[in-house]
């Protein structure tokens, strides 16, 4: 079967109500704590995408038992490190390094070797950033250069640690979270602004863990061996796939959306805060408090007259897994747009930084490097006519999607491959594309 999509027609304009995927870090935090918790946890809604599937087979292998009825997943734990690790086993995070990092937290006390694999993609990317910390628990971790494939063995004698997050990572501090949960013990974490989702859900769940802002940073202070009871939850809508509905009507004709449920955490609305300071009127309503998080209904209307930015780069965090989208804004915007400190995105599914310039330079856009930074002359008049093709992008699902967007919204005919890579994320992207009134064949 072909592997590829034709887009060869600008979206006319539309007004529709969307509802988009689950959030991926909640789902995939939501199984792995569900996996910790002693009992019967039940999630709805959870994401069906391969990261999350490839959650689910891991917990299954290391001896927590899942089922589904319905809508809802039914996961029963055994209490904290209640893994069955009798023999030694090989676990696959697939394409997902959120997964692979969070794992690797919980498989400190590990009886058996456990080794932890991945795809091409995840194969390229750093673990030395989980690894270090990991190793001062008293982990036992042997890996070639700090890349996949990485063995672990856990120890008895874990202690806690004290340690400086200062990358802004919710993997690697997720990571440090999950094995101070297994270490008798106060471990303190400083850490740079990322997102929260693991220390809301522990609150949640009534686990001791204090969070105290310091000079911009927080200091979390968390007591393991406490152990929390099986939960109900409901994942909301992701803001990382609503972006891209987000950025289509932006930059389409006379068009409307709301995209319902959302998750609007403060520390992942980056791209509403960005997208606002260059003219867009990006409203949020309906707006709830659910288990700490905050849920609303996101509302944006076409805009011309974009203007450029200066990002702050703080930021960055907020919008990490959003950038490739927010520059397809700004290359459509008036004035030059300067970008700093994007170091982290070549550290991504793909090196995002560099395809994200090249791709901005292919459909004709300038854009100035200097190595983290960026700034990109905008074009407000950008129409596109000629033929594009995007292969060879270590099938990323954000670049998949934003080539969708663009040939959606600045026109050419685009023939996009890999378009199996959705399913790491998003795996309704084009049927909801199509609702919306896209023609991709
Ligand atoms: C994620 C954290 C981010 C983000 C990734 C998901 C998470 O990575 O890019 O898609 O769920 O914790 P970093 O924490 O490494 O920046």
Redesign the pocket.
């Known amino acids: 079967m072909s592997n590829h999509i034709l887009i060869e027609k600008q979206i006319s304009k539309f007004n529709k109500k969307i509802f988009v995927s689950s959030d991926?870090?909640i789902s995939?935090r939501t199984v792995l704590l569900a996996s910790q918790a002693v009992g019967i946890s039940k999630i709805s809604n959870l994401l069906e995408s391969e990261d999350v599937l490839n959650t689910l087979k891991t917990i299954k292998k290391l001896g927590i038992n899942y089922r589904k009825t319905g809508n809802t997943y039914i996961i029963e734990g055994f209490g904290l490190n209640g893994f069955d690790t009798q023999k030694e086993i090989t676990i696959n995070a697939g394409n997902s390094?959120?997964l692979a990092r969070l794992i690797l937290g919980l498989l400190v006390k590990s009886k058996k070797k456990v080794k932890l694999i991945g795809d091409k993609s995840l194969s390229k990317r750093d673990f030395s950033r989980v690894i270090n910390p990991l190793r001062k628990f008293g982990a036992n971790i042997k890996s070639k250069k700090n890349l996949l494939p990485i063995e672990i063995l856990g120890s008895e004698f874990l202690r806690p640690i004290t340690y400086d997050e200062n990358i802004g990572?919710?993997?690697?501090k997720?990571c440090m979270i999950l094995a101070a949960l297994n270490t008798p013990g106060v471990s303190v974490f400083n850490t740079r602004a990322?997102?929260n989702h693991t220390e809301l859900m522990l609150k949640f769940l009534k686990y001791p863990l204090k969070i105290k802002k310091e000079r911009g940073n927080e200091l979390i202070e968390i007591q393991g061996l406490s152990q929390f009871k099986g939960f109900n939850y409901k994942v909301p809508g992701d803001i990382s796939s609503a972006s891209f509905f987000i950025v289509l009507t932006l930059l389409s004709k006379k068009s409307g959306i709301e995209i319902k449920n959302v998750n609007v955490n403060s520390s992942r609305v980056g791209i509403i805060n960005i997208l606002n300071k260059m003219g867009a009127n990006i409203k949020l309503k309906g707006r709830k408090t659910y288990k700490g998080e905050k849920i609303a209904n996101i509302h944006v209307k076409s805009k011309e007259n974009l203007k450029a930015i200066n990002c702050p780069a703080k930021l960055n965090s907020s919008a990490?897994?959003e950038f490739l989208i927010i520059f397809l804004v700004a290359a459509k915007s008036k004035g030059i747009s300067k970008f700093k400190d994007l170091g982290?995105m070549n550290k991504?599914e793909s090196k995002r930084l560099d395809l994200g310039v090249k791709f901005l330079r292919s459909i004709g856009i300038k854009v100035d490097r200097f190595k983290d930074n960026v700034n990109i002359h905008g074009n407000p008049n950008l129409i596109l006519s000629k033929k594009f093709e995007m292969k060879n992008f270590l099938k990323d699902h954000r670049i998949f999607f934003l080539s969708c967007i663009t040939a959606l919204t600045l026109g050419g005919k685009w023939k996009i491959y890999d378009k199996d890579s959705i399913n790491t994320s998003f795996p309704n992207f084009l049927k909801i594309l199509k609702k919306v009134g896209a023609q991709i064949h």
């Open positions: 991926k870090s995939i390094g959120t990572s919710a993997q690697v997720s990322s997102r990490i897994d982290e991504k």
